[in-house]
Nanobody, 116 residues
Framework: QVQFVESGGGLVQPGGSLRLSCAASVSIFSIYDMGWYRQAPGKQRELVAGITRDGSTNYADSVKGRFTISRDNAKKMVYLQMNSLKPEDTAVYYC??????????WGQGTQVTVSS
């Protein structure tokens, strides 16, 4: 069964940092393009950062310079390092995986709350 499970969310003060992790239960992880999305209350889900199977990355303008996405194919993990967090980063963060043949998969989400 294909499964992606996020962890690492929580409550952090403005200016703080968090590291999200996504663990994949798949046969071959390296074939997937991976991404982190987020959804704040009353807003649409949006792409935060993506990393392709060959390691190319892209970021939403709102997080450039503050967030870093990375992957470890041997451990079947993808990470999102979030620094200089702002209250507007508060959202549920989702791990997303895509393969052209196998389709799209989502994790269950992890809550990130930035508040003093």
């Amino acid at each position: 069964q294909v499964q992606f499970v996020e962890s690492g969310g929580g409550l952090v003060q403005p200016g703080g940092s968090l590291r999200l992790s996504c663990a994949a239960s798949v046969s071959i992880f390296s074939i997937y393009d991976m991404g982190w999305y987020r959804q704040a209350p009353g807003k649409q889900r949006e792409l935060v950062a993506g990393i392709t199977r060959d390691g190319s990355t892209n970021y939403a303008d709102s997080v450039k310079g503050r967030f870093t996405i990375s992957r470890d194919n041997a451990k079947k993990m993808v990470y999102l390092q979030m620094n200089s967090l702002k209250p507007e980063d508060t959202a549920v963060y989702y791990c997303h995986a895509r393969d052209e043949l196998l389709g799209d998969y989502w994790g269950q989400g992890t809550q990130v709350t930035v508040s003093s």
